[in-house]
């Protein structure tokens, strides 16, 4: 079945700078990869996902970069903020599978 | 709309007793998901249901059963706790998209 790795597990930056977390995939017919952002004692809410059929997807300071040769996926942040702390979460999925495989997780602190 | 809600919010159980957890959609999704969430090893679904009436196991299906008996709520049941057992539980639906929404969660403590 599919696993997903995602790296680092956890990640300081200083606020304004970039942050990137990787994410590793082994099932070459997945073709959904969403990322999840969790606050402390919240629920995970979806912030960006990408399907294979693109390469890169940007919302704001956030974006998504897919190499489906490689089988990775990356979260990048820009200009990060305060508010930006907190749990991030990639995952993966087979189109018709309707199941997410999600990775360990990134704890993720934005130092002022 | 009130999206994905999950009851209880807290729980304490004693080892061997049993309970239920219940989430329910008002979005009129097919398919609806439980996952546990642990330190470190992010969120591992345990079973799923792609419809009303069904149900299949996910990764971590043993010491749960789970029912979806009508299609806007599933059961996750604990039939007799252990402290293995001790997580948040989140549920979790989806329209045809892949897309998964998530509820507030359910602490769960198994003494």
């Known amino acids: 079945g599919e696993n997903v790795e995602q790296h680092p597990s956890t990640l300081s930056v200083q606020e304004g700078d970039s942050a990137v977390i990787k994410c590793t995939y082994s099932?070459?017919?997945?073709?959904?990869f969403p990322w999840y952002k969790q606050e402390l004692g919240k629920r995970p809410q979806l912030i960006i996902d990408i399907r294979s059929n693109v390469g890169e997807k940007k919302d704001q300071r956030i974006a998504v970069t897919l190499n489906k040769t490689a089988k990775h996926f990356s979260l990048h942040i820009t200009e990060t903020q305060p508010e930006d702390s907190a749990v991030y979460f990639c995952?993966?999925?087979?189109?018709?599978?309707?199941?997410?495989?999600f990775g360990q997780g990134t704890r993720l602190t934005i130092n002022p | 709309n009130a999206g994905v809600t999950q009851t209880p919010k807290f729980r304490v159980l004693k080892t061997g007793q049993s309970m239920t957890l219940l989430c329910a959609q008002d979005?009129?999704?097919?398919?609806m998901y439980w996952y546990r969430q642990d330190p470190g090893m992010g969120l591992r679904l345990i079973h799923y249901s792609v419809g009303e009436g069904t149900t299949a196991k996910g990764e971590v299906p043993d010491g749960y059963n789970v029912s979806r008996l009508k299609k806007q709520n599933f059961l996750l049941g604990l039939e007799s706790a252990a402290p293995s057992q001790t997580s948040v539980y989140f549920c979790a639906s989806s329209p045809h998209t892949d897309t998964q929404y998530f509820g507030p969660g359910t602490r769960l403590t198994v003494l």
């Open positions: 099932d070459s017919a997945s073709n959904y």
């Open positions: 979005m009129n999704h097919e398919y």
């Open positions: 995952a993966a999925s087979i189109q018709g599978a309707q199941k997410l495989v």
